[in-house]
């Protein structure tokens, strides 16, 4: 079933187009991953003579809004009746025309192009302030829906390398015809095919249920699986399902064919593993980090790299086995043939992952400060572990098995092989589920909450938090809802004043109810010293952030938490 010449040019060039296609439907510009509020109109804090009739959010980039995503809230908490949609980078909020005087929040859950959800808030008064407010409850995407959707993503991946990867290998690395060897290998490839149908069946409901801070339940929901099936998400499945479904008839077909016929099955085989690869790239951070034309083939070729060398490494302990119709020969062959490629595909798998990490990353300091960092540098400790493992069977075993026959006194060789085969495919599925996981995490930067020291009585409140070496204390006064007088002192380890390079940015927001973050000016009252009006306009607990940037490249944050009732 070896395909001929042509028949790989053919499938070669379907990889080739698919790249020409994915680069057409991804945007060609370069984009901020998650997407940023710019602006709104009302102005976050404005005080308005009178009621808007809508409010509108404009954003860096493209973002869905879905039914509740955005809401406005009065002081006590209550969600008023309102209507919101999304026009590109604008989202249009219509407001109730009876507004009473008093604060208003707008909280909106909005989708940018890499899927994740992004959330935030902003406050405007209508007449006076209001002085009354309650505690909303929290309302997130629940753990168990979280840690469902990221298992979802790990199987999904690894059924789909696992099977392309082992189609790859027996059209491609098997040196013999070995039938039962073949038809084993395929049947494998079924398998893991339907986990990873199964898979992306699961998230079809549970994407959208975690992008609108749902839990288990929204799995059940009508309107989940609704707009699952309308994502980008969906046609990503279909892709791989229809391109999963090609290969594999392909490569069934072809067993017994005719010399010809094998050849065109052949080639539609790799059409449909081109496909079914190629069709990752459709969603994911991919889509928010430019410039397309270098991020998403460098995608698509980390994908096909890592799928050849799972789904070889799969099969070898299958071909090596005293049970399989390869002879010896035959399988030294394949075993050097794999090990030839393996090489190849190291180099190809490690500039392809460094390129996608350049551009999502972008900076040291999210390796460590991110969960997306925190993922990449598991993954690449264990790819580290399997490339030693691997680098031992390539340059020990592999040459003492070329000429070893399995029933001579080399057969101990053999036996080695196989074992640490096992466990390189093993390491590498860890890589794979470290994958999954990768891809539901953010790259931005979020600092740790350090612990806040307030004043639990009545009147101002005083907290303190770290900052870099030094530390940042911050007053707010009266302390209770509403409108809020903060003064900010920065001083160093040795208490004295830190002079930053620019003004610091002051954010604020509302955890508990996904409001924030809301940006305020800090104005400078002497050196090292800054005031800023805050209006904490709901009792919970309010998290108060000072980016400062001390130097060139030095930017830490003070991270405060301000209870007010």
């Known amino acids: 079933m070896a395909p001929g010449g042509w028949a790989r040019r053919l499938g070669a060039a379907a990889l080739a187009t698919l790249f020409g296609l994915l680069a ?10 998650h997407a940023v509020l710019l602006g709104s109109d009302p102005v976050d804090g404005a005080v308005l003579a009178s009621a808007p009739s809508e409010v509108t959010l404009t954003f860096n980039e493209p973002v869905m809004v879905r039914p509740d995503g955005v809401r406005l809230l009065d002081a006590a908490g209550a969600e008023l009746s309102t209507d919101s949609r999304s026009v590109d980078t604008t989202v249009v909020l ?7 005087d008093g604060t208003y929040i707008v909280a909106f859950r909005v989708v940018s192009a890499d899927s994740h959800p992004i959330s935030g808030g902003f406050s405007f008064v209508v007449g006076t302030p209001s002085s009354a407010a309650v505690v909303v409850p929290e309302s997130r995407p629940s753990s168990a829906l979280n840690l469902l959707r990221q298992a979802a993503e790990a199987v999904a991946y ?59 339940t929204g799995l059940i929901d009508g309107a989940q699986w609704l707009t699952g099936l309308r994502s980008e998400e969906a046609l990503s499945s279909v ?24 050849a065109a099955l052949s080639a539609l085989a790799f059409a449909g593993i081109a496909l079914a690869w190629g069709a990752v790239a459709l969603v994911g951070h991919t889509r928010t980090y430019g410039p397309a034309w270098l991020v998403v083939p460098a995608d698509v070729l980390h994908v096909t790299t890592a799928g050849v060398w799972l789904g070889g490494l799969v099969a070898l302990p299958w071909a090596l086995s005293r049970s399989a119709d390869l002879g010896a020969d035959a399988a030294a062959r394949t075993v050097s043939a794999f090990s030839r490629t393996a090489a190849v595909l190291v180099g190809l798998l490690a500039a392809a992952g ?18 997306y960092g925190v993922a990449l540098l598991t993954k690449v400790g264990l790819t580290l572990v399997v490339l030693v493992v ?13 000429t070893a026959d399995r029933d001579d006194n080399s057969a101990q060789a053999w036996r080695l092989l196989r074992r640490t085969v096992r466990v390189e495919a093993a390491l590498l599925v860890g ?32 907290v303190e938090a770290p900052l870099g070496p030094g530390r940042a204390v911050a007053r707010f006064t009266p302390g209770e809802v509403g409108v809020n007088s903060m003064e900010l002192e920065l001083v160093d380890a040795a208490g004295q004043p830190v002079v930053p390079v620019a003004d610091p940015k002051l954010t604020i927001l509302l955890p508990a109810m996904d409001i924030g973050p809301l940006e305020r000016s800090l ?39 301000v209870e007010v009732r």
């Open 390 to 402: 691997a680098a031992h069977n390539r340059f020990r075993l592999v040459p003492r098995v070329r």
């Open 239 to 262: 892709l791989v399902v229809l391109g999963l479904s090609a290969g594999l008839w392909a490569c069934w077909s072809a067993v017994g064919g005719r010399s010809a016929r094998r």
């Open 158 to 216: 690894l059924g789909l390398l696992v099977s392309a990867g082992l189609l790859v290998f027996l059209l491609v690395l098997l040196r013999a015809e070995a039938p039962v060897l073949r038809r084993r290998l395929l049947r494998l490839a079924g398998w893991s095919a339907g986990l990873t149908v199964l898979a992306r069946l699961v998230l079809v409901p549970a994407v959208p249920a975690w992008q609108d801070g749902r839990g288990l």
């Open 523 to 561: 104005a400078p009252t002497g050196p090292g010293r800054y005031e800023a009006v805050v209006d904490l306009p709901l009792a919970g607990a309010w998290v108060v952030q000072a980016n400062v940037r001390t130097s060139k490249y030095d930017s830490p944050t003070a991270r405060f938490t």
């Open 94 to 100: 219509t407001v109730p025309p009876d507004l009473v």
């Open 431 to 462: 890589v794979v589920v470290a994958t999954g996981f990768l891809v539901t995490q953010s790259p931005v930067v979020r600092e740790a909450a350090p612990r806040p020291t307030a004043d639990a009585g009545g009147g101002p409140i005083v």
């Open 354 to 371: 460094l390129l996608l990490a350049w551009r999502i990353l972008r900076s040291w300091e999210a390796l460590w400060a991110t969960s």
């Open 24 to 33: 057409a439907v991804v945007p060609a510009a370069p984009a901020a991953a």
